[in-house]
Nanobody, 124 residues
Framework: QVQLVESGGGLVQAGGSLRLSCAASGRTFSSYAMGWFRQAPGKEREFVAA????????NSADSVKGRFTISRDNAKNTVYLRMNSLKPEDTAIYYC????WGAGDSNWSSYKYRGQGTQVTVSS
């Protein structure tokens, strides 16, 4: 069982940066691939980025490549999403999710454990 709590969201101007954090409970965090997803009002949830359980590979959506970076600190049971050059279209609720022994794929259904989300709003 893993519980996930996101933090770090907020209001930022276009071009600005934010770092989201997702803290996980439990002693087996290093066994989980971690993913970030987002959902904007009136739109379907979409994949943002993921990192394998070993941290050896990452995957990100084309819309955020070069701007967002996912990383993890297993000693702190935390996964991060560094977001630079933010755009108004990045406005959404951002969710983190965990997939036991996962490779870090882009399918929401692969992730058994999900957080409650944190709001990111980018003003133009």
């Amino acid at each position: 069982q893993v519980q996930l709590v996101e933090s770090g969201g907020g209001l930022v101007q276009a071009g600005g940066s934010l770092r989201l954090s997702c803290a996980a409970s439990g002693r087996t965090f290093s066994s989980y691939a971690m993913g970030w997803f987002r959902q904007a009002p009136g739109k379907e949830r979409e994949f943002v980025a993921a990192i394998s359980w070993a941290g050896s590979s990452t995957n990100s959506a084309d819309s955020v490549k070069g701007r967002f970076t996912i990383s993890r600190d297993n000693a702190k049971n935390t996964v991060y999403l560094r977001m630079n050059s933010l755009k108004p279209e990045d406005t959404a609720i951002y969710y983190c999710a965990a997939d036991l022994w996962g490779a870090g794929d882009s399918n929401w259904s692969s992730y058994k454990y999900r957080g409650q989300g944190t709001q990111v709003t980018v003003s133009s």
